[in-house]
């Protein structure tokens, strides 16, 4: 029996016809054409009209024009994640699966999403955020001094962990700065918290959002980066091996962040867990989440009894638009 934190009963044939938008113009293309692909088998699986839509091949007005109601957005990164599609799909008045506009912005600006949770007193590592401009040797050399080593040096408008370099020394510092200026014109220089890391997702909306269970990372040699995301069977994804305090600790922790942010849907706040005390440090929180055979919400779902078509269909039904 489903043990599901959802209701799972969707008329699929109620949801009309339905753009699966997946590809896009970001660093993130291939993942997107990998989740979109699998959200877009598991619906028509379902019963649901769905159809491939990849926005960087077709102008979004053909939305409109060929008569689709809803949008499952696929998309990751800029020009899908980052709110101006959403913004897209509100002036065509196509109700969109996932975060309304100002939620998609301030969480894929991964500074902005940090300054927010720090005001309301959240955790998250320390950091710096700094222009091209101010990007001077010198001041590269400094950072370490300000943060510690190693230093977490990532572009902050890209996911997927692109652009990211863990520095171990001030001998790594200026090519991971250029590394991610290639990224981006912004730099966020963060604190590294060593220890486990975890991913928590969350479901719907406002004081009825849940949290799923946490999942513990343990990739090889300790480093998720896009290949132990993406195209390895080596990382591992464990369920069950945190204390229970903790795992409700986390969960609580997640809930707030995805609340504060103004989130809906479904979202996924990833997490560092500090080893010598085991507190929990806010990274980011991704808006659409992957949905590839290695990502973690359907894993996270699964465990509660949500099987990757339902999830696909439960996400969809909740496609709307912020206006009224």
Known sequence: MSNAPIDLNVDAKALGKVAVLLGGISAERPVSLMSGSGVLDALTSLGVDAHAFDPAERPLQALK???????????????????????????LGIPYTGSGVTASGVAMDKTMTKRVWAAEGLTTPQYLALGRA??????????????????????????SSIGITKAAGYSDMQGAVELALGFDDELLFEQCIEGPEVTCAVLGQGDTAVALPVVEIRAEAGNYDFENKYHTDTTQYLFGTLPAALEAEIQQLV?????????????????????????????EMNTSPGMTSHSLVPKAAKAVGIAYPQLCLWLLSQARLDRK
């Open 65 to 91: 024009d060929e008569g689709f109601e809803r949008a499952f957005i696929a998309l990751h990164g800029r020009g899908g994640e980052d709110g101006t599609l959403q913004g897209a799909l509100e002036w």
């Open 134 to 159: 101010e990007l001077t040797r010198e001041r590269i050399r400094a950072i370490p001094d300000e943060l510690g080593l190693p230093v977490i040096v990532k572009p902050p408008h890209e996911g």
């Open 255 to 283: 809930l707030k962040a995805y609340q504060l942010l103004g989130c809906r849907g479904w979202g996924r706040a990833d997490l560092m867990l500090r080893k010598s005390d085991m507190k929990p440090f806010l990274l």
